[in-house]
Antibody
Framework: QVQLQESGPGVVKPSQTLSLTCTVS??????????WSWVRQPAVDELEWIGR???????NYNPSLKGRVTISLDTSENQFSLRLRSVTAADTAVYFC???????????WGQGTLVTVSP | DIVMTQSPDSLSLSLGERATINCKSS????????????LVWFQQKPGQPPKMLIS???TRELGVPDRFSGSGSGTDFTLAISSLQAEDVAVYYC?????????FGQGTKLEIK
């Protein structure tokens, strides 16, 4: 069974870049017809899809993030990453990495990591 | 973007009662070519990631108790819990995967009275 684990700084300063990594175990990120995705939760009652990357390298991002986001894969490390530029307090959230099936279903999730944007 | 609206925002019921959560999408989630609704229901407990309960609007995931059921088509969907158990206390979300950007409902908090 595939497992995902987020890692990265818990605090980022305003205007800087948030960088997170998701390490995948129990399966290769370069095999199968899966998308590798990020979702964030600013508050208990809110979930926002950030974007996804296919094993071929194609990406889709949420337009709400106004071009500030990049998702990349590192097949040698079996990891994928999120970079969110020019952060503000509104980007404070729990960030989840997740695997998506070809149909668009989130079938595996990391536990989530809290990132706070603060001076 | 497809807007997902859940009702109610919160629900307080007694053990054994039936819970019903509604989800409405701003456009149809029914894909005509395969006659499938691209709607999923999640359950989230504090400190945990969302857990998929129901996919394709009505297909229960492996291991999910049969007291959970999903119904609906097009733009109107329902998650029902037939007999509320203490472990069902959680926030429930619907989410559409018909088109990007994928979007979630605002969540329904289910509590025991």
């Amino acid at each position: 069974q595939v497992q995902l684990q987020e890692s990265g700084p818990g605090v980022v300063k305003p205007s800087q870049t948030l960088s997170l990594t998701c390490t995948v175990s129990g399966g290769s990120i370069s095999s199968g017809s899966y998308f590798w995705s990020w979702v964030r939760q600013p508050a208990v009652d809110e979930l926002e899809w950030i974007g996804r990357m296919y094993t071929s390298g194609s990406t889709n991002y949420n337009p709400s993030l106004k071009g500030r986001v990049t998702i990349s894969l590192d097949t040698s490390e079996n990891q994928f990453s999120l970079r969110l530029r020019s952060v503000t307090a509104a980007d404070t959230a729990v960030y989840f990495c997740a695997r998506m099936t070809g149909s668009g279903l989130f079938d595996s999730w990391g536990q989530g990591t809290l990132v706070t944007v603060s001076p | 973007d497809i807007v997902m609206t859940q009702s109610p925002d919160s629900l307080s019921l007694s053990l054994g009662e039936r819970a019903t959560i509604n989800c409405k999408s701003s456009q149809s989630l029914l894909y005509r070519s395969n006659n499938r609704n691209y709607l999923v229901w999640f359950q989230q407990k504090p400190g945990q990631p969302p857990k998929m309960l129901i996919s394709w609007a009505s297909t229960r995931e492996l291991g999910v108790p049969d007291r959970f059921s999903g119904s609906g088509s097009g733009t109107d969907f329902t998650l029902a819990i037939s007999s509320l158990q203490a472990e069902d206390v959680a926030v429930y979300y619907c989410q559409q995967y018909y088109s990007v950007p994928y979007t979630f409902g605002q969540g329904t908090k289910l509590e025991i009275k």
